[in-house]
């Protein structure tokens, strides 16, 4: 079945430096990508998202560029802050249709000063 | 505007008991899903409605777990005769257009 994979955490970097959290997916079809954040103490926000191969989906700084022949959809910022401290879900819809998201284990993102 | 509103936020039950999870969704929104997360992984589906309907219920674990939507608005997802499995964080999202999905803030239910 469909599947996300995300690298494991924690991510610890210090203030300004630059971050990637890998996410590959398993999917038949075209799926939509999504990137989700959770701060401490909220709820899951949509950070970014990409519907179809080669689009980048950008936010906050953040982009993330849907590249299908390498089925992945790495999360990149270029200089990291102290308040990007959260937990980042890459979670797959498999088709556009409206059907459930699947998500990955979540990376934790730890940004000291 | 006003986002998507769980209750209750925390929810602490005795085994065996029955437990009622509400999700007010942002208005206009057709669809609700319903996730169950369990701590340091990502949110798992359990079931969806548009409007009223349930489209699909693959993702309740077993007949203990029932949702609806009678309206097609406010959603309650009922857990009978909790057990202590059934100890997570449940999420509802909603979605005016697919795919795109917005979530409330979950509630926490700790089953003892």
């Known amino acids: 079945g469909d599947s996300v994979t995300q690298m494991e955490g924690p991510v610890t970097l210090s203030e300004e430096a630059f971050l990637t959290i890998n996410c590959t997916y398993t999917?038949?079809?075209?799926?939509?990508l999504f990137w989700y954040v959770q701060y401490p103490g909220e709820g899951l926000q949509l950070l970014l998202k990409?519907?179809?191969?080669?689009d980048k989906g950008s936010n906050k700084g953040f982009e993330a560029t849907y590249r299908k022949e390498t089925t992945s959809f790495h999360l990149e910022k270029g200089s990291v802050q102290v308040s990007d401290s959260a937990v980042y879900f890459c979670?797959?819809?498999?088709?556009?249709?409206?059907?459930?998201?699947?998500f990955g284990k979540g990376t934790t993102l730890s940004v000291s000063s | 505007g006003a986002g998507v509103s769980q209750s209750p936020r925390y929810k602490v039950t005795k085994r065996g008991q029955d437990v009622a999870l509400r999700c007010d969704p942002i208005?206009?929104?057709?669809?609700l899903y319903w996730y169950r997360q369990a701590l340091g992984q990502g949110p798992e589906f359990l079931t969806y409605?548009?409007?009223?309907?349930?489209?699909?219920k693959s993702g309740l674990p077993n007949d203990r777990f029932s949702a609806e939507r009678p309206e097609g608005s406010i959603s309650t997802l009922t857990i009978q005769r909790t057990e202590q499995r059934d100890s997570a964080m449940y999420r509802c999202?909603?979605?005016?257009?697919?795919?795109?999905?917005?979530f409330g803030p979950g509630t926490r239910l700790t089953v003892l």
């Open positions: 999202a909603s979605s005016p257009i697919p795919p795109e999905q917005f």
């Open positions: 999917a038949t079809g075209y799926p939509s």
């Open positions: 990409a519907t179809k191969a080669d």
């Open positions: 979670a797959l819809s498999a088709n556009q249709a409206g059907t459930a998201l699947i």
């Open positions: 208005s206009g929104h057709v669809s």
């Open positions: 409605f548009n409007y009223e309907a349930q489209q699909d």
